[in-house]
């Protein structure tokens, strides 16, 4: 398949399908466990990443305010994806700059806890991808003494889900991002660049 390339080095397909599992459907899952809809203002930390990428493309599609965070060099790409607003987080910690959001979704579990919690509205969500033990017995604890939620998990990914996305691909309304595409022979090199935390959406193994 032909990709087109952008301004911004990353190549877009509207139809490519390749790279929609595993991380297309954690997506679903933060954007129906947050009850993410029109007028919230919405945080994804990670935004930038195979999941972040269509978190925040799906976020827009219900109709959200949405803040991307990641590194410097992602941030074109994210407001390319329809970010409202972009962060970057080796120049700003986005927990103290006074602003509150109703759901704040970590994708790699990897913000600072309690900053995040603070920065929820009084009855906001924060969903945690990979959550450690220790976030998850503080959520609990927020969760059973405020009206604030944290939620961790994963998805439970079902045939019906991943069909849901592919029409929306398929009709434009989302869209992969892939950064790299590697022949199956050069695997390991894929690896590696994933390592180096400069992907910008998701890299692809063609067989």
Do not use: C
């Amino acid at each position: 398949m032909e990709l087109g390339l952008n301004g911004n080095g990353v190549s877009y397909e509207g139809s490519y399908l390749d790279a929609l599992p595993t991380a297309g459907l954690e997506a679903l899952y933060f954007v129906r466990k947050g009850n993410i809809h029109s007028g919230q203002k919405v945080l994804i930390n990670g935004a930038g990443g195979s999941i972040g990428t269509f978190t925040v493309q799906l976020a827009k599609h219900l109709g959200a305010e949405v803040t991307g965070v990641d590194s410097t060099n992602k941030l074109d790409m994210l407001r390319s994806i329809g970010a409202d607003h972009v962060l970057d987080y080796t120049r700003e910690d986005f927990t103290q700059n006074g602003q509150t959001y109703d759901v704040m979704i970590d994708v790699l579990g990897k913000a600072p806890f309690s900053g995040t919690v603070r920065s929820l509205s009084k009855t906001g969500m924060y969903l945690l991808g990979n959550a450690r033990l220790t976030q998850i017995l503080r959520g609990q604890w927020i969760s059973m003494t405020t009206k604030k939620k944290v939620i961790p998990g994963s998805a439970m990914q079902t045939t019906q889900d991943l069909i849901y996305l592919k029409k929306l691909i398929e009709s434009g309304k989302i869209r992969s991002v892939v950064d790299r595409t590697y022949p199956l022979e050069e695997i390991a090199e894929a690896h590696r660049y994933v390592g180096t935390g400069q992907k910008k959406g998701n890299i692809v193994i063609t067989l």
